[in-house]
């Protein structure tokens, strides 16, 4: 069981360039959840999919903020035109639809940094 | 607003001690509870959740919830230099728990030698 993968694992761009990260799931995981994490603060929910379907994103940060999962396995959070309050921790996490309780697991996540 | 809180610490505890670490929530009809474990520059490591009212062991790790006071502690048994780390509180959603977690801003814990 080769746990949830993140790629790339640092990614330091110039503001205002656009961001692509990746996440593929735990394999027979359906659910896949994006977070982002700052310096001393708690991983804070941004959207989630059940299999290729998108069921809340009101949680994203502003419309620069985009996540696909087009055919229901890896996913992918797009950030567009770059800010320096971007900077942070982005993890994804994954959990199994059978699991009554939803417990989640987490990748490594992508550390973006905007200069 | 939705919060979960925990106190940030540090909390220093000697080696072999009994480290406890506790977390309050606002939203009383919160279904389940859960602990992970945060090393620095790392993500989160699940060690624990709770769903129901009282106690629930695994190894050195419980669990206690109470639902009536909106509380719930993880209490860590013979301490080790290895459980140095933050711990996050988190709380799945009243409608089914199939929506994000809410996390509290985590307990930074240090066992000493």
């Known amino acids: 069981d080769t746990g949830v993968s993140q790629d790339p694992r640092h990614k330091i761009t110039k503001r205002g360039q656009n961001v692509t990260f990746r996440c593929d799931p735990i394999s027979e995981h359906n659910r896949l959840y994006w977070y982002r994490q700052t310096l001393g603060q708690g991983p804070e929910f941004l959207t989630y999919f059940q299999n290729e379907a998108q069921l809340e994103k009101s949680r994203l940060l502003s419309d620069r903020f985009s996540a696909e999962r087009p055919k229901g396995s890896f996913s992918t959070l797009e950030i567009q035109r770059t800010e320096q309050g971007d900077s942070a921790m982005y993890l994804c996490?994954?959990?199994?639809?059978?699991?009554?309780?939803?417990?989640?697991?987490f990748g490594p996540g992508t550390r973006l940094t905007v200069l | 607003q939705k919060e979960v809180e925990q106190n940030s610490g540090p909390l220093s505890v000697p080696e072999g001690a009994i480290a406890s670490l506790n977390c309050t929530y606002s939203d009383r009809g919160s279904q389940s509870f859960f602990w992970y474990r945060q090393y620095s520059g790392k993500s989160p490591e699940l060690i624990m959740f709770i769903y129901s009212n009282g106690d629930k062991e695994d190894g050195r790790f419980t669990a206690q919830l109470n639902k009536a006071s909106q509380y719930v502690s993880l209490l860590i048994r013979d301490s080790q230099p290895s459980d140095s780390a933050t711990y996050l509180c988190a709380v799945s959603p009243p409608r089914g728990g199939a929506d994000g977690l809410t996390f509290g801003k985590g307990t930074h814990l240090i066992i000493q030698p």
């Open positions: 996490a994954s959990s199994e639809k059978t699991r009554t309780y939803n417990e989640q697991f």
